[in-house]
């Protein structure tokens, strides 16, 4: 009895929880795509207040996959390319955004729409699931339109 009532207090405690999450998502956002269009863009900005931690992968129900890309310049040309996800560094901040790394969502379900929500689960190799969805916006939208639209 003395054993059961110890662990109903430890699990009480907040230090029997699993650590409130370190990693917090911000301005996660996509641009609309056109009919027909079988892939669309994702970006957000992963702000850790914890230690080092990886993004391992992404999942979205709007997407039969979604994948991890960093965008290469190779002289004038950029090239995409899938890498195995990323390094959130500790107590900093990893920007996806165009031009850069970004999430590929692979075989969207249906047609990105302004205004539509689309649903992420980001896994982490510490932080474990964080979820969020990326708010759709123009087809001709840029990082740079929602900086001035946040001011």
């Not at 405690?13 to 795509?33: C, D, L």
């Not at 009919?35 to 997407?63: C, E, W």
């Not at 990323?86 to 205004?115: C, F, Q, R, W």
Request: proline share 5%.
């Amino acid at each position: 009895m003395k054993v059961l009532v110890f662990l109903l207090a430890l699990a009480a405690t907040p230090a029997a929880f699993a650590e409130e999450s370190q990693v917090q998502i911000e301005n996660a956002w996509a641009r609309a795509t056109p009919p027909g269009a079988k892939i669309a863009a994702g970006y957000l900005t992963i702000r850790n207040a914890g230690g080092a931690d990886r993004l391992v992968s992404v999942s979205s129900p709007a997407a039969e996959k979604v994948q991890t890309h960093v965008t290469i310049k190779d002289g004038e040309v950029s090239r995409m390319r899938e890498v195995k996800g990323y390094d959130v560094p500790a107590k900093g901040t990893l920007e996806l955004g165009p031009g850069g790394s970004h999430l590929m969502l692979i075989n969207i379900k249906a047609p990105l729409k302004e205004g539509d929500k689309v649903p992420l689960v980001l896994r982490f190799e510490k932080a474990g699931e964080v979820k969020t969805e990326l708010a759709v916006r123009a087809l001709t939208a840029s990082a740079h339109d929602h900086m001035h639209m946040q001011h």
